[in-house]
């Protein structure tokens, strides 16, 4: 009697916890559509806010697909890692290049802006989440060849979103390059050396956070869509960031290598999400 009565208790509650992701989600999308139309302090402040409402949207969307263990390991390994990271990078230049914070992204915390961890965040899931889509055979997610894809996949997908963030970020003044050179083709005022730590903290990232959180796994929130809410924000990030380079921030350069470059992850992933979509209908 007690298991019968937890039932519709359970389902209650995913059904409001996946409102909650999408709403979020939303929350997330209307925090950045206004920050290419504005400037100065208002500019920092959507990008604080958007951050911040995109952090709980992915932790959310990580706690329906996992239970607990999702927003934990979400938490430590890409929050308190992504800050222990940066920490070592502003001091050491390991592994990103030689760069420090100018202060503008509010308070930090041993040197790093408290927002950056949480941008870690929000991106980690998203791209884990993108990754396993792309793995391969859901039947065998948690076989060792399907992690290593995901982690592969999912790693390249977070990796080559900071091809976007990084020319933005470095053009609002909120952290400076001790040395730009050499950097990738159409992409000025980056080092190289800054991708190339990404993507080597990336898909370390991605496979520490799909291993600690594999088990147990529900389907994604959502209304069927492969990867629920993190995946439609990946999708979103990509072609918001795309346009706005070409129309709003004077980068078309970027908007091409960036586009390619993410483009690898995204636009397989929108033929899967569409193709699924098709199934459905």
Do not use: N
């Given at each position: 009697m007690v298991r019968v009565q937890e039932r519709p208790a359970l389902r209650r509650g995913l059904e409001a916890g996946r409102r909650a992701a999408w709403a979020l989600a939303v929350a997330a999308v209307l925090c950045q559509i206004p920050y290419p139309l504005v400037s100065g302090p208002w500019r920092d402040a959507l990008t604080v806010a958007g951050v911040a409402v995109f952090c709980l949207a992915s932790l959310t969307a990580a706690a329906l697909r996992h239970g607990v263990r999702g927003p934990l390991a979400l938490f430590t390994v890409a929050g308190l890692g992504g800050l222990?990271?940066?920490?070592?990078?502003?001091?050491?230049?390991?592994?990103?290049?030689?760069?420090?914070?100018?202060?503008?992204?509010?308070?930090?915390?041993?040197?790093?802006?408290?927002?950056?961890?949480?941008?870690?965040?929000?991106?980690a899931w998203p791209a884990l989440e993108a990754g396993?889509?792309?793995?391969?055979?859901?039947?065998?997610?948690?076989?060792?060849?399907?992690?290593v894809r995901t982690a592969v996949v999912g790693g390249w997908a977070l990796a080559s979103w900071d091809v976007f963030l990084d020319p933005q970020m470095v053009d609002a003044g909120h952290w400076v390059w001790s040395d730009s050179h050499p950097g990738l083709p159409g992409v000025e005022g980056v080092p190289l050396t800054n991708f190339a730590g990404w993507v080597a903290v990336s898909v370390?990232?991605?496979?520490?956070?799909?291993?600690v959180s594999r088990r147990p796994v529900r389907r994604p929130a959502g209304s069927g869509a492969p990867g629920g809410p993190a995946?439609?924000?990946?999708?979103?990030?990509?072609?918001?960031?795309?346009?706005?380079?070409?129309?709003f921030f004077g980068r078309p350069q970027v908007a091409l290598v960036g586009g390619v470059l993410m483009g690898l992850v995204a636009v397989p992933l929108a033929l899967r999400v569409a193709g699924a979509a098709g199934r459905r209908g």
């Open positions: 222990a990271v940066e920490a070592v990078g502003v001091r050491t230049g390991f592994p990103f290049g030689s760069y420090h914070y100018t202060g503008s992204l509010g308070p930090s915390l041993a040197g790093v802006p408290v927002v950056v961890p949480l941008a870690w965040i929000m991106m396993r889509v792309l793995a391969g055979d859901r039947r065998r997610a948690g076989a060792p060849a399907s992690r370390a990232m991605v496979a520490v956070v799909d291993a995946v439609v924000l990946y999708l979103w990030t990509y072609a918001s960031s795309v346009t706005a380079c070409l129309v």
